[in-house]
């Protein structure tokens, strides 16, 4: 393991502005800017305590959604592609011996998560009579996931932020 570990060395960069930088600032663009620095770290610091999981999260609700939606998209000649193209998405699959960095898991994520808005977009191109109650449901899916998707989102983003001041 390599001691320190990336939290500790952001902590000790944030600390060291804190307790050194930070008090012989005086003007207000220097204090501003310094107070928008500390956000961008304690994002950062949230972010690797947290960022590899929420994705890997992700990737295990987005991954049979999508088989899902594939698979009521079929049901509507118009959505056909649509659900060609997810399930071409689907089927890549990573080696096993690479490690899923958060690279990777976020370029997939990415993949993933454009069939979510081509799907929407898809339905909502649908004249009103093509839209059955699968596609109903397959919309409302698409929905509570972006959902679930901006709520785990904030659990990296709003310890961040939220009660240290305004941000730039």
Do not use: C
Not at 37 to 55: A, K, N, P, T, V
Not at 84 to 91: E, F, G, N, T
């Amino acid at each position: 393991m390599i001691v320190p570990t990336l939290s500790h060395i952001v902590y000790t960069i944030s600390a060291g502005l804190d307790e050194i930088i930070t008090p012989k600032l005086e003007g207000l663009r220097e204090r501003s800017t310094m107070t928008t620095i500390r956000h961008m770290l304690r994002f950062l610091e949230h972010s690797i305590d947290h960022e590899g999981q929420l994705l890997f999260d992700d990737l295990n609700k987005l991954k049979p959604l999508l088989a899902d939606i594939a698979k009521r998209f079929d049901s509507v000649a118009e959505l056909k592609s649509v659900a060609s193209a997810i399930r071409q998405s689907l089927a890549i699959e990573r080696d096993a011996a690479v490690y899923p960095s958060i690279k990777l898991m976020a370029e997939d994520l990415k993949r993933l998560r454009q069939h979510v808005s081509d799907a929407l977009v898809a339905i909502r191109a649908l004249p009103a009579d093509s839209r059955g109650p699968e596609i109903e449901a397959a919309q409302q899916m698409l929905r509570d996931y972006i959902k679930w998707q901006l709520q785990q989102e904030a659990r990296v983003i709003e310890p961040a932020f939220i009660g240290y001041g305004a941000r730039r």
